[in-house]
């Protein structure tokens, strides 16, 4: 099984280097980030405390989470409901970084992440891939950036999706509360697999990141 882990801050280009990946190399990708987006738009949805242990675990213990796959495209289902675009605001983004430092949600969402994993190639990206939910993952690779370009290009994926309102010095404030959160929480903090390749993507194209890791999949024997 070919499990390729990809980890790094909030608008560091996991997201964007992954999906390219894996139609390169014919796999599916995994999108964990959006499986918490989705935990995190129910809790603000019914106004449930992001803080509360006791009442994200009853939230989750009433919450139908699956991932499905159309024409290797993720779906997002939510109590039955595609998410897959509502997901993606700002107040979503905060709402899932609040909701991810909490143990119960992530180790229910990593067994769901393990499941899927273990019965299909993936591409996985997320904060703690490499180090936590697979560490034996296949290859892993840690990208990362200048926070002031990651916010810029957050901004510019949010106008792409018809988000006009956000600044850059929101979309700025909010990845550093979100670097903050995902660096300081108790269990599986954002850090690089000790044996995660770092990609610095500062300044380079997409094109040019994507050559790089497929590089060291080369080397690795996964690039076929």
Known sequence: MINIAIDGPAGAGKSTIARLLAEKLGILYLDTGAMYRAIGLKALRQGIDRRSEPAMAAMLDQTDLQIRFISKHQQVLLDGEDVSDLIRTPEVSIAASDVSVLTVVRLRLVDLQRRIAAVQDLILDGRDIGTYV???????????????????????????????????????????????????????????????????????????????????????????
Do not use: N, W
């Not at 903050?180 to 697999?193: E, G, V, Y």
């Open 134 to 224: 697979l560490p034996d993952a296949s290859d892993k690779f840690f990208l990362t950036a200048d926070t002031g370009e990651r916010a810029r290009r957050r901004l510019l994926d949010l106008r792409s999706r018809g988000d006009q309102a956000a600044t850059l010095e929101q979309v700025l404030e909010d990845m550093i509360y979100r670097d903050h959160q995902d660096s300081s929480r108790a269990l599986a903090p954002l850090r690089q697999a000790e044996d995660a390749v770092l990609v610095d993507t500062t300044g380079r194209s997409v094109e040019d990141v994507v050559a790089v890791v497929l590089q060291h999949l080369d080397h690795s024997g996964r690039c076929l």
